[in-house]
């Protein structure tokens, strides 16, 4: 059986290009609604960040991680831009980049 940080890098890595999700979103799929911290706190450990593009995680707002562990938050911003995700002061707009968990 997978532990809760292997669940979550699982539906991570199932984000689409160019989406988002958010902390809480991924904690449901993986299989508990509580984790949203817990889903944090595996971002933040990712062991392979190649493979697992938690940069495609962002708060409930929309906002990117102010502890973005992999070259802070105008990074995660980077590489979001790169794919073609916008910001609106300093926000992804869910309604358009929120990935639908399929």
Not at 27 to 32: F, H, S, T
Not at 61 to 83: D, H, K, M, T, V
Request: glycine share 10%.
């Amino acid at each position: 059986m997978k532990n809760s940080f292997e669940r979550i890098y699982d539906v991570v890595k199932r984000i689409p290009r160019g989406r988002v999700a958010t902390y809480g979103q991924i904690a449901m799929l993986a299989g508990n609604p509580r984790w949203s911290r817990v889903v944090g706190y595996a971002l933040h450990v990712n062991p392979d960040p190649e493979n697992i593009p938690c940069y495609r995680v962002v708060n409930r707002l929309g906002e990117p991680s102010r502890a973005f562990a992999f070259g802070g938050i105008n990074e995660q911003i980077l590489l979001l831009q790169n794919e073609g995700v916008e910001f609106t002061d300093g926000r992804v707009d869910l309604r358009k980049y929120l990935w639908d968990g399929r």
